[in-house]
Structure formats: C-alpha cells, structure tokens
C-alpha cells in the first residue's frame, strides 16, 4: 500500500492541479472534498474545520504542504502546517504552480512554512520544469513530479524533540 500522507492546499485555487497530485497515485491522501462538502463542514464553522483537520491527519505519516501561488496567505493551510510540526509529522513542501489548471501554469508563490509559528526549516521540492524559451512545461513538471514524489515524500522535517 501507498505511504499514507495528508495533503495541506488552497482548495479554491489549486484543487485542480492537487487532483493531478493524487492521481499519480504513489500516495495515499485523504479524501479531496468537492465544493458542496467543504461548504458543509465550513459551515459548522472553526471548530468543525478544526476537527476535520485533525481526524483526516491524525493517523498519516506525513504532510504535504502542495504550493500554489497563493498558499502561503490561506489560514487553514498555515494552520495544518503549525498543528503538522506540534504533532511531530514529517512535513514537506512541493511546488504545484506548474501543473497546468484547466489549460494554465501559475507563477510560484511565497514560502508558507516562513509564515508558521514556530515551524524550523521545512524541505520544498520544486518540479517545475522550463522549455527551451522559458516558459513552464507543464507535462515535463508532470513527469518530474511522477518520478519524484514518492521519494520526496520520505523526506520530510520533524519538529526536534528536546
């Protein structure tokens, strides 16, 4: 079975490009929620978010912060990043910016482990992937990502325990 690991993203944004993420399958994520769900549980409010968060992290192996362009200034996403390091799971970064989204790559967006409270220095992998001009390839930043994401996956910081 796939490494079991928690995937942190702008939903609004970037679901499209997190789908292209999930069907490599080389890992286990929880359930993506369509629109309708995550409106649902985001009407029960922060402390119904908050228990989502925690009982779809609560038994994965890590977390994977997918990055878009505007990740970094999502409070829910910084919010999974400071409970991932309090918790002590292996939590990474991956650039997502150039996967194509409906027919479109993206620019690359701020850090948002720099954001997080607390949080040391935090592994980002960038597949990205430029043709001969200059511009992002987004099936040569596919291919990269399908051959790397799996070892990427196992390399993870953790949260010192002193």
């Known amino acids: 079975m796939a490494k079991s690991v928690y995937y942190s993203f702008h939903y609004e944004r970037d679901v499209h490009r997190v789908q292209l993420v999930r069907n490599i399958n080389a890992l286990e994520g929880q359930p993506i929620l369509n629109s309708q ?15 989502w968060i925690h009982d779809e992290m609560a038994y994965k192996k890590a977390v994977i912060v997918l990055i878009g362009r505007q990740t970094a200034s999502r409070p829910w996403v910084i919010y999974e990043i400071e409970k991932a390091w309090a918790d002590k799971k292996p939590l990474l970064g991956i650039r997502i910016h150039g996967l194509s989204s409906l027919g479109t790559v993206d620019t690359a967006g701020a ?27 987004s099936k040569a930043t596919y291919n990269k990502l399908l051959a790397n994401l799996e070892s990427w996956s196992s390399q993870g910081a953790t949260k010192p325990s002193w």
């Open 37 to 51: 769900e995550w409106e649902r549980v985001r009407r029960g409010g922060d402390a119904a978010i908050k228990k």
């Open 111 to 137: 850090d948002p482990f720099a954001k997080a409270a607390g949080v040391g220095r935090v592994p980002i992998f960038d597949p990205t992937t430029q043709d001969w001009s200059g511009k992002i390839d």
